[in-house]
């Protein structure tokens, strides 16, 4: 099998990462910070790290202030809904995912105002685009880093600037950046980053995070509330930072397996692990561009994006594409609208979406080259032609 759907979740993990799973339940699978017990206090421990490991590795300064969540959505909504209010402003782009657009949308409803600046037929944003679409009402600007269509980035460092100049939050959604594009919030002026644990932190589904800066920290209203085991004298949810978002016990055990991603991901080097997937990302695009009847969506070139590569060959519906490759390759990838309709619309391929590659850290030229010839067995001949 040739796993090319690491945009949704990666796969296979490090061994690490459910050997740290499988040691936090068999040897201290207690509840953190609800006790003082040797066995809360070390399941503490292993949160701690997590924190730690999240907090250095997006060059966020303060560990207590990374808000651990289910996944990059929940993140998103703390942010979003925990900020913006009836009258605010709030800024962002055509090509972001549904936790970005849905979350915005249930936010008009109830009297925020939102722009969605058109990106270029590549998904590329033009930062002086965005300034014109801001207010003096504008009290937020949201963006993905990475497209999860066409994976291509977005110029975070320079619209952090622009915030900063005019006195905006930034949010920024990382769930296609995190682990694989080097981040610094402090340099790229990001005050909100939401991450996901399950894709290239190489952690466990329903883990991820919010970091808070400091610009946004004491202005976000939780989302939820309930018992912390901090405060437990008062009925009234604790302000304080990581404890006022994270009402109820925490993933703890896919907590332990994301720590461990974190450390695989700081022992390769986000640089090294961009290398390679940047490479493979190259021969994908190369190759399918040779290919009649092919058309690759993007950029078309491989340093301005993720290893996420989509396309589409003219006669196939993308969904017998997919079918197609998984049966005669063993090929597992991703076809339809990727949960992100208004970026298909901008690349105008609505409703019917695209073939998503997204190869990653474990996959190899090898299996990139068999993922083309597959495609050109495919686009050479009719969808009644398969025997």
Not at 65 to 85: D, H, I, P, Y
Not at 131 to 148: D, E, I, K
Not at 168 to 184: H, N, R
Not at 228 to 246: N, W
Request: aromatic share 4%; net charge negative; charged share 20%.
């Amino acid at each position: 099998m040739i796993y090319f759907d690491n945009a949704a979740t990666s796969w296979p993990k490090p061994e690490a990462v459910p050997k740290a799973m499988g040691r936090f339940l068999g040897e201290h699978g207690a509840n953190p910070g609800r006790s003082g017990h040797a066995l809360s206090i070390q399941a503490g421990r292993v949160v701690f790290e997590a924190r730690e490991r999240a907090a250095r590795l997006f060059g966020h300064g303060d560990p207590m202030s990374v808000v651990f969540t289910k996944n990059a959505t929940e993140a998103l909504n703390l942010a979003l809904q925990g900020l913006l209010g009836p009258g605010d402003h709030v800024a962002t782009s055509t090509m972001e995912h549904n936790s970005v657009l849905r979350p915005l949308r249930f936010l008009e409803g109830r009297g925020v105002e939102v722009s969605r600046v058109p990106c270029g037929a590549d998904g590329s944003l033009d930062p002086a685009d965005l300034a014109r679409s801001v207010s003096v009402r504008t009290r937020l600007v949201v963006l993905s880093h990475a497209s999860n269509v066409v994976g291509t980035l977005c110029p975070i460092a320079e619209i952090g600037e622009l915030s900063r100049e005019r006195d905006l939050l930034f949010c920024v959604d990382a769930a296609q950046s995190a682990g694989v594009c080097p981040i610094d919030m402090a340099a790229m002026g990001i005050d909100l980053l939401a991450f996901t644990g399950h894709k290239s932190l190489y952690g466990p589904q329903g883990t991820g995070g919010l970091c808070v800066g400091e610009r946004a920290r004491g202005r976000l209203r939780p989302l939820l509330h309930g018992g912390t085991g901090s405060a437990s004298d008062s009925d009234v949810h604790p302000e304080f930072l990581p404890d006022c978002y994270e009402a109820g016990t925490l993933n703890a055990v896919g907590l332990a397996g994301l720590a461990a991603g974190l450390a695989f991901v700081e022992e390769k080097g986000v640089e090294a692990i961009r290398a390679h997937e940047t490479a493979l990302a190259a021969r994908l695009i190369a190759g399918l561009r040779e290919i009649p009847g092919v058309g690759v969506l993007g950029t078309g070139s491989a340093e301005r994006q993720t290893a996420v590569v989509s396309f589409n060959v003219a006669g196939w519906r993308c969904s017998e594409i997919a079918e197609a490759l998984e049966e005669r390759a063993a090929i597992c990838c991703r076809a339809g609208l990727h949960c992100a309709p208004l970026a298909h619309r901008q690349l105008g391929t609505f409703p019917e979406g695209a073939v998503r590659f997204s190869p990653g850290l474990f996959n190899t030229e090898t299996e990139v080259a068999v993922a083309i010839d597959a495609v050109r067995e495919l686009a050479a001949r009719p969808k009644g032609g398969l025997s």
